[in-house]
């Protein structure tokens, strides 16, 4: 029985590992749809929009004429397509398909919503509690000196 049950558990683990290994690699056109669904589609031209203000200090005589032509050379879909192999490095198609389910689901499209309010709030609290920490170790530190050297 011992032997049936061993040999049992060593099947079903070598079919999961023969199903993860060979699981659909995510395809362009679904992390591409998930880019989309999250809001995140837009990343390079967000980024471009934060990146300019830096650009117009390193050449502050250009004209705003200048700065339009850039900005109509930027491809909005070459930040998209550099992303999708790190997406296709964690992601296989049943992961993009079934977030992309979700991501159209009322849940899902208020996490999208939300998401951003979030991780501000989240950063800000991150930033509190960062300091309190750093002033519980400056005080831990100027009470042992004090203990150390009266």
Do not use: C
């Not at 390079?44 to 502050?60: C, D, E, H, I, S």
């Amino acid at each position: 029985m011992k032997l049936f049950l061993s040999m049992a558990a060593l099947a079903s683990t070598l079919f999961v590992q023969s199903a993860v290994i060979h699981a659909e690699p995510a395809r362009p056109e679904s992390i591409k749809a998930l880019m989309q669904l999250s809001g995140s589609g837009q990343m390079g031209m967000q980024m471009m929009q934060q990146l300019l203000p830096a650009l117009k200090r390193m050449v502050p005589d250009a004209p705003e004429s200048f700065w339009s032509d850039v900005l109509d050379e930027v491809d909005a879909d070459e930040m998209e397509n550099r992303v999708i192999p790190i997406y296709q490095k964690y992601l296989n198609e049943a992961d993009v398909q079934a977030i992309n389910r979700f991501y159209q689901t009322d849940a899902g499209q208020k996490l999208i919503r939300v998401q951003p309010q979030i991780m501000q709030e989240s950063v800000a609290l991150g930033q509190q509690w960062g300091q309190e920490i750093a002033r519980q170790v400056l005080l831990k530190y100027q009470q042992q000196s004090k203990a150390n050297n009266p």
